[in-house]
């Protein structure tokens, strides 16, 4: 099944909402590694967002634990 079109004013309203509800964070990782991290989120059922998402705040939780 074909999925309808994603209109121009769609996209808009799609990138506005995301600059008012997100925060954005830029990683770098070496040439390469990206598509790794990538792969291995998809083997856990996982986005690479989602991934990194999760692994930041399994380390923030874990650290709060130690304290």
Known sequence: MKHPKYYDSQKEATARYNKKAYDRINVIVKKGQRQIIKDFAASQGKSLNR??????EYQMNKDKETE
Request: hydrophobic share 65%; proline share 0%.
């Open 51 to 56: 991934f990194i998402c999760d692994a930041i």
